[in-house]
């Protein structure tokens, strides 16, 4: 019974820090670049588009092509960094429980 009270207490601990840990993720902001920096995106660590920059050189109509390929990229590059930030994160949340391999958090 002890272990049981022990293991519940640990569950509402990182239940908090979970929270925390999502209030903190909102708050982070990550850049993501492409064509040598003339596409800029910053994703929130929610994965909110929150900034897009474009270098104006790149405002001609037969480069339409080229320029959503450059935007694509930026953005995938700023979500795998939040990602990058968030597996981070929450591995030092969860450092030390016993947490089957694979399983991801926030659920």
Known sequence: MKDLMGLMSKAKEMQARMQALQEEMASITADGQSGGGLVTVTLSGKGEMRGLKIDPSLFREDDV????????AAHNEAKAKV???????????????PIPPGMKLPF
Do not use: N, S
């Open 65 to 72: 092509e080229i320029l959503e390929d450059l935007i694509l």
């Open 83 to 97: 990602e990058q930030v968030m597996a981070e994160k929450t591995q030092e949340l969860t450092a030390g429980l």
